[in-house]
C-alpha cells in the first residue's frame, strides 16, 4: 500500500499512519506539491516508474509530467536544469538516483548552485534540493553504495542534511525545499524499509541546522547521522547493560553544524565517539573532532574515539557489512573511551 493510500486509511479512523523512510520521503513530496505549485521533481525514472527506491511513487499521475519530470540518463544535464529553474522561481526537487551519481553533477553543483546568493550579493537564490540516496547496506555494485557527504560538506553555501528515521526524513526534507538556498539531502537507503513510524501528514517542518538529542547519558556521547543511528541506540542499549551511561546525537544536519550540541553533550559526559560509514581520512568525524580540540579540550577526560568505514572502496557485498562500522566497534569505542580516563 502506498503512502498516500496508508494515510487516507489512517485518516478514516484519525489516526496517522506507520510508514517507512521511503513512504515519508513521498509523503513530504507530495504535500510540498499540493501546497505549492513551484514545487517540480525530476530526475531518471521519477516519474512513470517512480525512481529506483519509489520515492516518487505515484507522483506523476498525481500531479502530471509537467511537475514530475523524466530526464534523460544525464546527471549533468539534471544539474544544469535544476539550477536554471530555481534561479527562475521555481523549487525544483532533483533525484540522483544513487550517491555514486552525483560526481557528473558537482560541477553545477559547487560552481553555481553554492554560489548564487553570494555571486549576487543576495539578488537571487537557488531555492533547489538535491535529493542523494546514499551509503551501503544494500548489496548494491559499485558507484552505488558510497558515503560521500563530506565532498559537500566543505562547499560554503550549501546545506548538507541526512535523515535518520521516518518522521525526520519528512519534517527535515518539508524544511529544505522550503530553504531558499540549496539543500544536498542524502537519504541513507540502508533504513528506507528497514522500519515504521507514525508520521503525520501535517506539512510540519522539522528545523535545519539542529542536532537531535535522541538519549540522556552521563558517561559518554555517541555522535552519528545517517543509518548508523540506529546502531548507536542499539549500542547504547549495550553499554547501559554493562553500566555504562551513553548521550546519543543525531546530528542531521552536517553543513551547518549545531556544534553547540555536540560541545554541551561532552562537557557533560567528557567522552566522545564519533560513528560514520565514510571513509575515516577527512570524513565529517574529523571536522567535529577537530572542534572538540579546539573548543572543548578541558570537557574531555579521554582522546575522542572515531569508529568508521576504512580508506578504501567500499567492498562489493560478500565483505560489505565488514567494511560498515556496527554495535560491536562503537561498545568497544565506548568502553576505550570509558577505560581512558
Not at 534523460?72 to 527562475?88: N, R
Not at 562547499?155 to 522550503?178: C, E, F, N, Q, T
Not at 524499509?193 to 538519549?215: F, M, N, S, T
Not at 572542534?291 to 568505514?309: I, K, N, Q
Request: hydrophobic share 45%; charged share 25%; proline share 6%.
Amino acid at each position: 500500500m502506498s503512502a498516500a493510500k496508508k494515510q487516507a486509511a489512517a485518516a478514516a479512523t484519525g489516526e496517522p499512519a506507520a510508514i517507512t523512510l521511503i513512504e515519508a520521503i513521498t509523503q513530504a513530496l507530495a504535500y510540498e506539491m499540493r501546497v505549492d505549485d513551484a514545487v517540480v521533481v525530476l530526475g531518471e525514472d521519477v516519474g512513470v516508474n517512480g525512481g529506483v527506491f519509489r520515492a516518487t511513487a505515484g507522483l506523476q499521475a498525481q500531479f502530471g509530467s509537467q511537475r514530475v519530470i523524466d530526464t534523460p540518463l544525464d546527471e549533468t544535464t539534471i544539474a544544469g536544469l535544476t539550477v536554471g529553474m530555481a534561479t527562475q522561481g521555481m523549487k525544483p526537487v532533483a533525484e540522483a538516483q544513487f550517491d555514486g551519481f552525483v560526481y557528473p553533477m558537482v560541477d553545477h553543483i559547487i560552481c553555481h548552485a553554492a554560489r548564487f546568493r553570494y555571486r549576487t550579493r543576495g539578488r537571487l537564490h537557488c531555492p533547489m534540493v538535491l535529493r542523494v540516496p546514499w551509503g551501503g547496506g544494500i548489496r548494491a555494485p559499485e558507484h552505488h553504495s558510497e558515503a560521500n557527504e563530506s565532498i559537500f560538506t566543505n562547499v560554503p553555501g550549501l546545506r548538507v542534511v541526512l535523515p535518520s528515521s521516518p518522521a525526520r526524513a519528512y519534517g527535515l526534507l518539508l524544511a529544505a525545499i522550503r530553504d531558499p538556498d540549496p539543500v544536498i539531502f542524502m537519504e541513507p537507503k540502508r533504513i528506507y524499509r528497514q522500519y515504521k513510524e507514525v508520521v503525520a501528514d501535517d506539512g510540519e517542518a522539522l528545523p535545519l541546522d539542529v542536532c537531535y538529542v535522541l538519549r540522556d547519558g552521563s558517561d559518554v556521547t555517541l555522535v552519528t547521522w545517517g543509518s548508523q543511528v540506529k546502531e548507536a541506540l542499539e549500542a547504547a542499549d549495550k553499554l547501559a547493560g554493562e553500566g555504562i551511561s551513553a548521550e546519543v546525537i543525531d546530528v542531521a544536519t552536517l553543513r551547518p553544524l549545531d556544534f553547540a550540541t555536540i560541545a554541551e553533550s561532552v562537557s557533560k559526559t567528557g567522552r566522545c565517539v564519533i560513528v560514520h560509514e565514510a571513509p575515516k581520512t577527512a570524513g565529517f568525524g574529523a571536522e567535529i573532532a577537530a572542534r572538540l580540540a579546539e573548543e572543548s579540550m578541558y570537557d574531555l577526560v579521554a582522546p575522542v574515539e572515531r569508529v568508521t568505514g576504512y580508506d578504501t572502496h567500499i567492498p562489493l557485498f560478500r565483505l560489505e557489512m565488514k567494511y560498515l562500522p556496527n554495535v560491536d566497534k562503537i561498545v568497544a569505542a565506548a568502553k576505550r573511551a570509558v577505560a581512558a580516563s
